[in-house]
């Protein structure tokens, strides 16, 4: 290892630059679903040895020198990697597409790496030789990483933190410190062996005291979580029982080629299911939900498929559904250039439209197309075929339809980012409707599943989730997924969810604060090292 720590020291240029892009890959090993912690440890000490080998520059340019090009190098290896599956929604459509796919991936990952980078070079004008230097570069990323899940609409898929949610154990701490408090945490122990290599004057035990530390963390990491999922008592609602249908419905991709009699025939079909003999089927079900992209076709415009969607529902059930949304204006002819939204729908007995949610947090290139014009000039009016697009929500995202609990609406992806879905406090439940059809095959819908789970252990409260192709969860305030249906199986999953956790949790209370103080503490202390003696340690 101290030959490695050397030979990345005394590097530079493209052999540095391909030394970091290896790197990062090593380290997206470390993402859900794979969560191979040991990945990290192995990739982010080639980080800080770079950074102390890096040249210093004088003036801006140190923000776009060797220092900028490590965080790059690393972050285009992770983001490639850890992205991947990306690239499974343009065999959908072939041809172009597919000549399109690794050009898109790979400038994702790019622009991605731009924060790393800025991150990477920030930290360098604060580099001190001592082991405090690890905690300087912790900080730096870590602020890097909340910028890229907040800047630009932001994308927070696969922070560092993930790789610390391993099982229903580790996944407690986010309750306390967020995806972005473990964010920081994950990033300073990985970096500890940085500390052991290059071996000098210093004893051994000197040497692996901080990767020992390092250990130690994740220990009581678990050792809270044991404690946190032994001690919590959780209890079934009385006023619900949920049933999620999982239709495996394909024909989002193209509106043109949609049967709605077919569609509507087998959702009816699938929601009257009885799993067993003595199941009394919709009759004892309170809610039935549809997940995301069920309905090619606005719905609204198809009032033979609303009545018999109301002759299906009981009394007693309503039904919550992802579908597009029409605009109409006061006149009741559609809105001029509003293509639509991507919508949450309560429908009751009576065929009415009692409540709705229109989804906020668009996808870039999936939902909404920046720089439209641009893309005009090569023909390319939607990246993703089937719509023109949607139009944004309002944001808000509580719903409270007749006779059910106040819950926070997320479709699809909104359910990926940290401390931005609503307000917790009014909320009994989390309700996401998801397609993930488009990633079938790849590491896709695990992926997306598992940050969705996060935010039920963020906020303490059950999650319903409901997807087209799967994984369609039903998840406790703790996290733990109680049932599932698995990707690619068509089925119905009935599930009473829990009540949710009294008092909410700290992170509730107290957002990203312990991320903030984390950060700021770090920077400071970085400011003060940074004037002393330049040592490697």
């Not at 209890?235 to 709605?260: G, Y």
């Not at 309170?286 to 609204?300: A, G, K, N, Y």
């Not at 992926?447 to 039920?456: F, K, P, S």
Request: net charge negative; proline share 7%.
């Amino acid at each position: 290892m101290t030959w490695l720590a050397e030979t990345v020291m005394l590097s530079h240029g493209w052999r540095r630059f391909l030394i970091l892009v290896a790197a990062g890959a090593v380290a997206a090993a470390s993402v859900p679903p794979f969560f191979l912690l040991p990945a990290l440890f192995l990739a982010l000490p080639v980080w800080v040895w770079a950074l102390d080998g890096a040249e210093h520059r004088r003036g801006w340019r140190r923000l776009v020198g060797p220092a900028f090009a490590i965080g790059f190098a690393f972050g285009l290896g992770y983001f490639t990697v850890a992205l991947h599956w990306l690239g499974a929604a343009f065999f959908e459509e072939g041809g172009l597409y597919l000549l399109l796919m690794p050009f898109a991936i790979v400038g994702l990952a790019a622009i991605l790496s731009v924060f790393w980078g800025l991150g990477s070079a920030l930290a360098h004008m604060l580099w001190s030789g001592g082991a405090f230097r690890i905690v300087t570069l912790a900080s730096f990323l870590a602020l890097a990483e909340w910028g890229r899940g907040h800047l630009f609409t932001g994308f927070p898929f696969d922070l560092l933190g993930y790789a610390l949610t391993a099982n229903d154990e580790m996944l407690q701490l986010a309750s306390v410190i967020g995806s972005y408090g473990l964010t920081f945490l994950a990033a300073l122990i990985a970096m500890t062996p940085a500390l052991i290599w290059p071996a000098d004057q210093r004893g051994l035990v000197r040497r692996l005291l901080p990767f020992f530390l390092a250990v130690a963390v994740i220990a009581g990491q678990v050792a809270y979580g044991n404690w946190r999922l032994t001690t919590t008592t959780l209890t079934a609602r009385t006023d619900m029982k949920v049933r999620m249908v999982q239709p495996m419905i394909l024909e989002h991709a193209d509106w043109a080629v949609a049967n709605p009699d077919t569609i509507i025939n087998q959702l009816i079909s699938l929601s009257e299911s009885r799993l067993t003999p003595s199941d009394p089927g919709l009759s004892a079900i309170t809610h039935l939900v549809w997940p995301e992209s069920v309905f090619p076709f606005f719905l609204t415009n198809y009032p033979d498929g609303i009545a018999r969607i109301a002759r299906m529902l009981p009394d007693t059930t309503l039904l919550l559904t992802g579908a597009p949304r029409e605009p109409l204006g006061d006149d009741g002819l559609p809105i001029p250039d509003n293509p639509g939204y991507n919508s949450i729908l309560a429908i009751d007995t009576n065929g009415e439209v009692v409540a709705s949610y229109d989804k906020s947090h668009l996808v870039p290139f999936g939902e909404y197309l920046p720089f439209q014009s641009f893309w005009r000039l090569f023909g390319i009016n939607q990246f993703v075929p089937g719509t023109n697009g949607w139009a944004a929500g309002d944001g808000r995202r509580l719903m409270a339809p007749p006779g059910t609990p106040p819950f926070l609406a997320l479709v699809c992806y909104e359910a990926v980012f940290p401390g931005d879905i609503g307000d917790p406090a009014e909320a009994q439940f989390i309700l996401n409707v998801t397609n993930d059809a488009w990633f079938m095959g790849s590491i896709g819908p695990a992926q997306h599943a598992h940050h969705a789970r996060m935010r039920a252990v963020e906020t303490g409260l059950p999650m319903l989730r409901a997807a087209n192709t799967g994984v369609t969860l039903s998840v406790d305030p703790l996290g733990r997924v109680v049932a599932q249906l698995a990707e690619g199986q068509v089925g119905v999953l009935d599930v009473v969810p829990a009540e949710p956790i009294a008092g909410g949790t700290l992170f509730n209370r107290l957002g990203d604060l312990p991320f903030w103080i984390a950060v700021g503490l770090g920077i400071l202390g970085s400011l003060i090292a940074a004037r002393r003696p330049r040592r490697i340690a």
